[in-house]
């Protein structure tokens, strides 16, 4: 017979505050300002839960009305993956735009003007910034996430991100341990599997973690992959050989040692979901050495937070996890949470325009010949891949609204897989063609090394209209192509915008 769960008792106020849960809706539900009054210590926000700023500064001191001590957690990494600029696209430019430039500087400078900003709405925790180290041109969820390939620019800047976020009063969940970058496998889908053998590991993925500890990172998130060299039984998420043996391992004893928070990739992504379901899964991440459980990126209800409490309690009660694990792990939840409320008086001066100086430093260009502006309104044909699940199909992206700011007229259409499979590379190009008669191209493509239908009708239109400017607003891996080639290294709005001023002979 199971033990009724009584809400109050001290096992399932520790089971509630280990959850990061999600919900939805613009402001608290009563369901969730319940649970934190019987001992929910954190929320995860994303994009459904802001409309704007105010909004948002709204719902999360709603939520402190209740608990004062709640961390409130955002995926916030500014560039692709946004939410508090998912309507129009970030003000900050991302990882790749900001290893690009190489100015740690810059990149502390940009962190802490994110912080400021996520700190003014009540923010307290930000699941970023990505250390992951880029190797696997054909990864399909990190790309421009990472600040790059190499491990020593990835560590210095990943520390950079770190110190600036948090001397703005927000903590930095440094992710995805031990490294997702050299993958080609989205966990989101599956469960990617990294053949790396320890050496490469220590040398490659592990040096931005180490120089993110370094820096005092408060939390590491853990990535869903496996990995045979450390554990060929278990994801990262799950293993004790990653959380416990590698990164709370004394740095004596070929660990890390961290000892701050260690939260978990949403449980809700298939890589775990479909292979031990949230529950067993989450109970098997507190006993591997997780610390809190994140889920409500696609799970957003009181359901869900209750089946993960009451599978955490049972857990504790059949043996399968050790209590004192459990109360470990809450009290490094609330231990994050005072350092918050207490970092929050932190205030560092406004930096508003720092997104868009990093923006445009990280552009490169490349000319055919002589670089002319734009003569008049332009079309601009966008080539567009699947959306990325991390970055959400809601965040618009490409240079269409900058250069139809900047040049009134100008008109725009999207081309995607679907149409180049039904019409063809060659009838593609040419209504595209057709189309563009008498105005200026401009073509916008997204990692189009990852997309042979995308490359082929770049390269059969660049042939056509040799003309053409082309804007990679992806991983710049191809070959520059077009009169004019212009790398972004990132999709967010002030990268399109610092675009469309090169295009048009702008700032």
Request: charge should be negative; include cysteine; glycine fraction near 10%.
């Amino acid at each position: 017979m199971v033990t009724p769960v009584r809400a109050t008792d001290t096992l399932t106020r520790d089971a509630l505050a280990v959850l990061q849960p999600g919900f939805t809706g613009t402001s608290a539900p009563d369901w969730l300002l319940h649970r934190l009054d019987q001992g929910l210590a954190a929320v995860g926000l994303f994009g459904r839960n802001v409309h704007d700023a105010d909004q948002l500064a709204a719902l999360c001191a709603q939520l402190k009305g209740v608990r004062d001590d709640l961390l409130i957690a955002v995926d916030e990494e500014g560039g692709d993956v946004t939410r508090l600029d998912v309507r129009g696209g970030s003000s900050f430019p991302g990882n790749l735009a900001l290893g690009a430039v190489d100015d740690t500087a810059l990149t502390r400078a940009v962190a802490r003007e994110l912080g400021r900003r996520l700190a003014d709405c009540g923010i307290t925790l930000n699941w970023a910034p990505s250390a992951d180290v880029n190797s696997n041109p054909d990864n399909p969820v990190i790309g421009v996430r990472s600040f790059g390939a190499d491990p020593q620019l990835v560590a210095r800047h990943t520390a950079a991100y770190v110190e600036g976020l948090q001397s703005a009063g927000v903590a930095a969940c440094t992710k995805h341990f031990p490294g997702h970058g050299d993958t080609a496998v989205d966990s989101h889908h599956d469960l990617p599997r990294i053949t790396a053998d320890l050496t490469t590991l220590q040398e490659r993925e592990l040096v931005p973690f180490r120089a993110a500890i370094a820096a005092g990172t408060k939390a590491v998130m853990s990535a869903h992959i496996l990995l045979p060299a450390l554990d060929g039984d278990h994801p990262a998420t799950l293993s004790p050989a990653a959380l416990h043996g590698l990164l709370r391992a004394p740095v004596t004893e070929g660990g890390l040692g961290f000892d701050g928070l260690i939260v978990t990739d949403g449980m809700e992504m298939r890589a775990i979901s479909a292979t031990y379901g949230i529950e067993r899964g989450s109970v098997r991440a507190l006993a591997a050495g997780a610390d809190a459980i994140c889920v409500g990126g696609g799970l957003a209800d009181e359901d869900t937070v209750l089946r993960l409490r009451d599978a955490l309690v049972r857990a504790v009660r059949d043996g399968e996890l050790a209590e004192q694990r459990l109360a470990d792990a809450a009290a490094r939840v609330r231990t994050l949470a005072r350092w918050t409320r207490s970092a929050g008086a932190a205030r560092t001066a406004p930096a508003p325009g720092i997104g868009l100086t990093a923006a445009r430093r990280a552009l490169r260009i490349t000319a055919a010949g002589p670089c002319t502006p734009l003569a008049g309104p332009a079309y601009v044909a966008a080539f567009t891949p699947l959306a990325n699940i991390a970055v959400g199909d809601d965040t618009p992206w490409g240079i269409a609204a900058e250069l139809t700011r900047l040049l009134p007229g100008t008109r725009t259409a999207t081309y995607g897989a679907p149409t180049a499979a039904s019409l063809g590379t060659r009838a593609l190009v040419d209504a595209l063609l057709t189309e563009a008669v008498g105005r200026p191209l401009v073509v916008v493509v997204r990692d189009a090394h990852r997309h042979p239908w995308m490359a082929d009708a770049l390269r059969t239109l660049t042939a056509a209209r040799p003309d053409t400017a082309v804007v990679e607003m992806g991983v710049p891996q191809s070959p520059p192509t077009g009169a004019v080639h212009i790398a972004t290294h990132g999709a967010a709005r002030v990268c399109a915008r610092a675009a469309a001023e090169a295009l048009t002979g702008g700032a």
